[in-house]
T-cell receptor, first 115, second 114 residues
Framework: AQSVTQLGSHVSVSEGALVLLRCNYS??????LFWYVQYPNQGLQLLLK??????LVKGINGFEAEFKKSETSFHLTKPSAHMSDAAEYFC?????????????FGTGTQLKVEL | DAGITQSPRHKVTETGTPVTLRCHQT?????MYWYRQDPGHGLRLIHY???????DKGEVSDGYSVSRSKTEDFLLTLESATSSQTSVYFC?????????????FGPGTRLTVT
């Protein structure tokens, strides 16, 4: 079985500060890993993904994440927070099976950006 | 935008009534998924489809059924709605490219069961 743990259901940063959202996963096979962002009253938008290859992946809006197999982690970072980054962020892991890539989500981290 | 629409976007219904939510896609994707989102649980897979008339259960399928009679539509039915099914429901489609699989989500349906 696969699972995802997001440490911190709420994270608050100052505008211009580093954003670090933590995600640890467990998977019996090499995983595909994803970060999604959800703005209020909207659907989920894919920020970035790791499948194979380079372990540092860059996504939209200046976000990036690093796959660390030894730590089973896929933390999301952004060097300088902007007010528009305030949203809920979800980490997800998938395993490709006969039924397509079934995603298992973490419980989400609400990011607040303060002036 | 992966051409996914959901209807209705909001619905209030009473306990015991049947409810059907519709997901419609315009890009002929084979795989479609239904998730529910609840505070503290993230998103959980209810059912998914891998083709017309081909469906399977997800993690939280009890109390739900699905149907897919044509590629573009994936219906989620609550046969007899309960208050525990108050949630936000998201449909998703799967795409594949040279970098792997991705899922794209619709705008969601907020369902309240009173």
């Amino acid at each position: 079985a696969q699972s995802v743990t997001q440490l911190g259901s709420h994270v608050s940063v100052s505008e211009g500060a580093l954003v670090l959202l933590r995600c640890n996963y467990s998977s019996s096979v090499p995983p595909y890993l994803f970060w999604y962002v959800q703005y209020p009253n909207q659907g989920l938008q894919l920020l970035l993904k790791y499948t194979t290859g380079a372990t540092l992946v860059k996504g939209i809006n200046g976000f990036e994440a690093e796959f660390k197999k030894s730590e089973t982690s896929f933390h999301l970072t952004k060097p300088s927070a902007h007010m528009s980054d305030a949203a809920e962020y979800f980490c997800a892991v998938s395993k490709v099976t006969g039924g397509g890539n079934k995603l298992t989500f973490g419980t989400g981290t609400q990011l607040k950006v303060e002036l | 935008d992966a051409g996914i629409t959901q209807s209705p976007r909001h619905k209030v219904t009473e306990t015991g009534t049947p409810v059907t939510l519709r997901c419609h896609q315009t890009e002929n994707h084979r795989y479609m998924y239904w998730y529910r989102q609840d505070p503290g649980h993230g998103l959980r897979l209810i059912h998914y489809s891998y083709g017309v008339k081909d469906t399977d259960k997800g993690e939280v399928s009890d109390g739900y059924s699905v149907s897919r009679s044509k590629t573009e539509d994936f219906l989620l039915t609550l046969e007899s709605a309960t208050s525990s099914q108050t949630s936000v429901y998201f449909c998703a489609i799967r795409t594949q490219d040279t970098t792997g699989d991705e899922q794209y989500f619709g705008p969601g349906t907020r369902l309240t069961v009173t």
